[in-house]
């Protein structure tokens, strides 16, 4: 079965700093890979995905993440994080046939 | 872009009394939806795929008869907790899948979330 790990519970960043949210995984086939972000008492937002093709991949408000074949990895990443980008990060991985796999979730805070 | 509204945010209600929590897809039509289930703290469990005309596919370990979830138009899916008891209260979520991409891996939409307290 396919599943995603965060060993990360929470992450504190200072404003202005790059973060990094950890993510590996483990899949049968090619992964197929996303990133969401959850504020207070609010659905999930999408934020980027891994498919197929570049190893970086570029998503919705700045965020972008690598995709490591050789480490099992697809870590989100930040050049320079905003006290805004504190929230609820999930991982995710598509499973057969049509379901997503997320994992525990990092909680992503920004001190100003 | 696509919008995924759920209703209510928050309920509360008594032991033993029934609630339903309704999912609609706005301005583009759904003939798949999925439900979560999120505990505090914790990631989100797939509870079931609601498809639009026929019976939903529940995970392991969820009781359909508890969760009964109906998918009676391309828009709308509703998941009614029947008999609620306290260790019912969650946040439960529901999703549809970007109808701009047609594949399996296109992004799922969200609801904002409705938050089931049982006293």
């Known amino acids: 079965a396919q599943s995603v790990a965060q060993p990360e519970d929470q992450v504190n960043v200072a404003e202005g700093n790059p973060l990094t949210v950890k993510c590996t995984y483990s899949v049968s086939g090619n992964p197929y890979l996303f990133w969401y972000v959850q504020y207070p008492n609010r659905g999930l937002q999408f934020l980027l995905k891994?498919?197929?093709?570049?190893?970086l991949v570029k998503g919705s408000y700045g965020f972008e993440a690598e995709f490591n074949k050789s480490q099992t990895s697809f870590h989100l990443k930040k050049p320079s994080a905003l006290v805004s980008d504190s929230a609820l990060y999930f991982c995710a991985v598509r499973d057969i046939p049509d379901k997503l796999i997320f994992g525990t979730g990092t909680r992503l805070q920004v001190f100003p | 872009g696509a919008v995924v509204s759920q209703h209510p945010s928050w309920v509360i209600c008594k032991s033993g009394t029934s609630v339903k929590i309704e999912c609609r897809s706005l301005?583009?039509?759904?003939?798949?939806m999925f439900w979560y289930r999120q505990f505090p703290k914790q990631s989100l469990m797939l509870m079931a795929t609601?498809?639009?005309?026929?019976?939903?596919?529940?995970e392991q370990g969820v009781e359909k008869d508890k969760f009964l979830i109906n998918h009676a138009s391309l828009t709308l899916s509703t998941l009614t907790v029947t008999s609620a008891h306290p260790e019912d209260s969650s946040f439960y979520i529901c999703?549809?899948?970007?109808?701009?991409?047609?594949?399996?891996?296109?992004?799922?939409?969200f609801g904002n979330g409705t938050r089931l307290t049982v006293t």
């Open positions: 609601s498809n639009e005309g026929s019976k939903a596919t529940y």
């Open positions: 301005d583009f039509q759904a003939t798949t």
């Open positions: 999703s549809a899948r970007d109808p701009d991409f047609s594949s399996y891996n296109s992004p799922l939409h």
């Open positions: 891994y498919i197929t093709g570049d190893n």
